[in-house]
């Protein structure tokens, strides 16, 4: 049998207000950026490479649009460029916690024909998140 987990349950947090009615939660972007040390002394012709710096990546949210509460706060924060602390749990136990220093940077409103009021937000991550 699997030990795939449920996604049902996680939350995006503000400080601790949880954001209401999303849909979907995703965490990604994160890389390392590399530095390229190639020389005339490289072994094969083949590049070389040393770590630069990491990037944390972002936390990005959709859901269903309630102009309250924490989703209230995403848009104050966006408008006064607001860096503010974030946490996803993911799912129900949390099976992980990830707490991160961000700022938004993107705001999008769905309001289409027969259809519910949406909206997703995108939180840059500065600095590293941890993960517990």
Not at 4 to 18: E, Q, W
Not at 51 to 79: K, P, R, T, V, Y
Not at 88 to 103: H, K, Q, R, S, Y
Request: aromatic share 10%.
């Amino acid at each position: 049998m699997s030990s795939a987990k449920a996604a049902f349950g996680s939350i995006l947090k503000r400080v601790a207000t949880a954001v209401a009615e999303l849909t979907s939660i995703t965490v990604g972007g994160q890389k390392l950026n590399l530095i390229e040390v190639s020389n005339m002394d490289s072994a094969s012709g083949y590049a070389e490479f040393i770590a630069g710096f990491a990037d944390g990546g972002e936390f990005s949210c959709e859901g269903n649009f309630l102009n309250s509460g924490a989703q209230a706060l995403i848009i104050s924060d966006h408008q006064a460029k607001t860096l503010t602390s974030w946490v996803v749990l993911l799912g129900v136990t949390p099976t992980a916690t990830i707490t991160a220093n961000c700022f938004v940077t993107a705001l999008d409103f769905s309001a289409k024909f027969d259809d519910k009021l949406g909206f997703s937000a995108t939180l840059k991550i500065t600095g590293k998140p941890v993960y517990s």
